[in-house]
């Protein structure tokens, strides 16, 4: 059954989560939906939904046959003006887990189906009210973690994302066009200066798709949080500095060297800066093999991780176990962090810049006195977050999906640019801008299979 032959059911679902709260909802969608609401549902003005005007709330009560249930709000709203596109019903009931159940079951057992994760938004998506980034943009909304993943997503509601793409694709589809009337027709066009021409459009598109890609790459880590490990020696004191963090004691801290053996990772605000924080086993040469492979897997995080702290316990001076830690350093986002800086210090500044260079970030903190944290959320801002998206309007894309696809076309139109050095015929410059603009239309949805909207779609919660 593909999406069409789907759109001809009318699905219900719970589109509140199941938790004893003060009202839950139940959705129903499609050519049913009034229909099989009449049968459960029976308003206090006396009258079937049927009669009743478009987006309305009525009151009233839902029956099981003779039985009476609940009393409820009941919603109506009639296609094409409703979230799906379709007639819509959506009983507003009271929140117990039991009572909102039986209410769906009496509702599926007059009619209707159980509707699938995110089906509500593919029938939106399927009916025109909503191109793919707009429809991804609402799961963004449900599972935003702070208020830039927050505002942004409502941004890419209002169809930010689908203005851009569309004008990109149109700026392709002509260059195409003009090619295959070009070949078709030879004598009425003159294609001598033509590569010249398009190298210069390619490459405005190019500009505008790598901006796309940078704000994509900030982006993310501004909505899904910044990827962090702690580094450092034993007893350099980073698991203080992660229960810091914290605001509670969730890593072992004792003064015997080796203590962390395992990863801990957590979640922690600071500001509107999420970082997803690992605290890991202090990296030195030792002999027990169970911290061992806590040093492995320090180093395996330390890999994947968008930003390194590495903990310096200034009170000590550095050794050769600090060589390894900083070769890690390499090409990497990291900051130093000096921390027992209330003790007398072994390890100065100088000595840090002499083998970082002088750009080096050092904050000065102390785990135990919560000292050092304004500094820390500077550093933080001016390393990752120095554009600030939300003032100067820009798009930002932070769906893993979208931004493939941009990735995509941005390969496909670097292929025309090496086509047009290379003196390639024409019709090889056609075919990559048709792949980068099939890439770009997967963005938005122009092109999709069903396969990709049934997995898409999928990773929607139930009811949404």
């Known amino acids: 059954m593909d999406h069409f032959d789907k759109l001809t059911d009318t699905i219900a679902a719970i589109a509140t989560g199941m938790t004893d709260a003060g009202i839950s909802i139940i959705r129903i969608s499609g050519p049913d939906a009034i229909k099989i609401s009449d049968k459960v549902f029976k308003a206090s003005c006396k009258k079937s939904l049927s009669a009743l005007s478009s987006n309305t709330i009525n009151f009233g009560h839902v029956y099981d046959g003779k039985d009476l249930i609940d009393q409820v709000l009941c919603s109506v709203f009639r296609a094409p003006k409703s979230y799906t ?5 959506e009983i507003n009931c009271h929140g117990g887990r039991y009572v909102t159940q039986r209410i769906l079951d009496i509702v599926l057992k007059n009619g209707a189906r159980l509707a699938e994760p995110g089906e509500f938004t593919k029938r939106s998506f399927l ?14 909304i449900i599972s935003a973690k702070n208020e830039f993943a927050l505002l942004n997503s409502q941004r890419l509601l209002r169809g930010n994302v689908r203005k851009e793409i569309k004008e990109l694709r149109e700026k ?7 090619i295959e009337s070009a070949l078709d027709d030879p004598e009425h066009f003159d294609l001598s200066d033509y ?4 190298r210069f459009k390619v490459k405005e598109i190019i500009c505008r798709i790598e901006k796309l890609i940078e704000n994509s790459k900030n982006g993310k880590l501004r909505k899904d949080g910044i990827s962090t490990v702690l580094v450092g020696k034993p007893n350099a004191g980073k698991s203080s500095f992660m229960n810091m963090l914290l605001g509670e004691d969730r890593a072992i801290v004792t003064s015997t060297a080796g203590t962390t053996r395992d990863v801990l990772s957590e979640t922690v605000r600071i500001g509107d800066i999420v970082l997803n924080i690992t605290d890991t086993a202090g990296i030195r040469d030792t002999g027990d093999e169970i911290e061992k492979i806590g040093v492995t897997k320090a180093k395996e995080y330390a ?12 009170s000590v001076p550095l050794d050769e176990n ?3 830690i900083i070769e890690m350093m390499h090409d990497r986002h990291f900051m130093v962090l000096m921390n027992k800086s209330d003790l007398k210090t072994c390890v100065t500044l100088e000595e840090l810049k002499d ?3 002088d750009d080096v970030i050092i904050i000065n903190i102390s785990a135990t006195e919560n000292l050092g944290m304004d500094k820390f959320e500077k550093a933080l801002k001016e390393m990752f977050f120095k554009n600030d998206f939300l003032l100067n309007d820009e798009i930002v894309i932070t769906n893993t999906r979208q931004a493939t696809e941009l ?3 941005l390969d496909s139109l670097n292929l025309v640019l090496k086509s047009i050095d290379d003196q390639m015929p024409e019709d090889f410059y056609s075919i990559d801008l048709t792949n980068a603009y099939t890439h770009l239309g997967l963005i938005i949805g122009e092109q999709i299979d069903d396969d990709l909207a049934d997995e898409i779609f999928s990773k929607f919660c139930m009811g949404k």
């Open 303 to 314: 890999k994947s991780a968008d930003l390194l702290l590495y903990m310096v316990d200034s």
């Open 355 to 357: 083998i970082f260079g």
């Open 407 to 409: 990735q995509s076309a």
């Open 172 to 178: 392709i589809l002509y260059e195409t066009a003009y």
């Open 85 to 89: 596109g379709e007639d819509t019903v």
């Open 195 to 198: 590569p010249k021409d398009l």
């Open 127 to 140: 009916n025109g009210k909503k191109d793919l980034s707009e429809a991804e943009a609402v799961m963004d």
């Open 322 to 324: 600090d060589d390894d």
